[in-house]
């Protein structure tokens, strides 16, 4: 079946512009979660959205960053007045969720470059 | 706090050779283990976990792991290593507590020269 999506695939916006990183889950999984991946760097945590309820927005790094998820479905993080240091990959994984030990299964990611 | 730790930033093995990639972590409560891998300009793939039962676990592409828990390791192993194995390595730790957030290593880089 069909894998996580994401896009673009590629962004490319200047300081203190807006962006929005869309994320299309595997259908039926519950949870999504949204890692962002510098170069050379491992993954870092952003957001995690289980179901109904409340995300879990403890790995975002400021309040510039929000993600918002609707139902089981898309995803889409925004990053408000970019910085040079949102440069990054970002990627999306989404997973059965529940009681846990589901691998996460992760999208080809989005590599947004603020100049 | 869960953590990883990937002491190698590179591994180096000649084609034919046996090959692991180490890992350690520490949690609070019984972990669940995952190793992933990165081809270049690709997304993370998953290739084993370890949740409960046999400390070896089998995965995709010929590879294993060993849940040592006395070493809180959870090292990953290929008898045999292919030119096509290079690539770079994570692993990550879960808890059966709380929710599902994994904690990744810093990857180790796997080169397996001809």
């Known amino acids: 079946g069909a894998g996580v999506s994401q896009s673009p695939s590629n962004k490319v916006t200047e300081k203190g512009k807006d962006v929005e990183l869309r994320c299309d889950p595997i259908s039926g999984h519950t949870a999504l979660y949204w890692y962002r991946q510098r170069l050379g760097q491992g993954l870092e945590f952003l957001i995690y959205f289980q179901g109904n309820s409340a995300p879990d927005k403890s790995g975002l790094p400021s309040d510039r960053f929000s993600a918002e998820r609707t139902g089981e479905s898309v995803s889409t993080l925004t990053i408000q007045r970019t910085q040079q240091e949102d440069s990054a990959v970002y990627l999306c994984?989404?997973?059965?969720?529940?009681?846990?030990?589901?691998?996460?299964?992760f999208g080809p990611g989005t590599r947004l470059t603020v100049t | 706090a869960q953590s990883v730790a990937q002491p190698e930033d590179q591994v180096n093995v000649a084609e034919g050779n046996p090959l692991t990639v180490k890992c350690t972590y520490s949690v609070s409560g019984n972990p669940y283990l995952f190793w992933y891998v990165q081809y270049p300009n690709r997304g993370l793939q998953f290739l084993l976990k370890?949740?409960?039962?046999?400390?070896l676990v089998k995965g995709s592409y010929g590879f294993e792991a060993e849940f040592n828990k006395s070493q809180t390791s959870f090292h990953l192993k290929k008898p045999s290593a292919l030119v096509s194995d290079s690539a770079l390595y994570f692993c990550?730790?879960?808890?059966?507590?709380?929710?599902?957030?994994?904690?990744f290593g810093t990857g180790t880089r796997l080169l397996v020269s001809p």
């Open positions: 990550a730790v879960g808890t059966n507590t709380g929710f599902q957030k994994l904690v």
């Open positions: 370890y949740i409960t039962g046999d400390n």
């Open positions: 994984a989404s997973s059965g969720g529940g009681t846990g030990g589901h691998e996460q299964y």
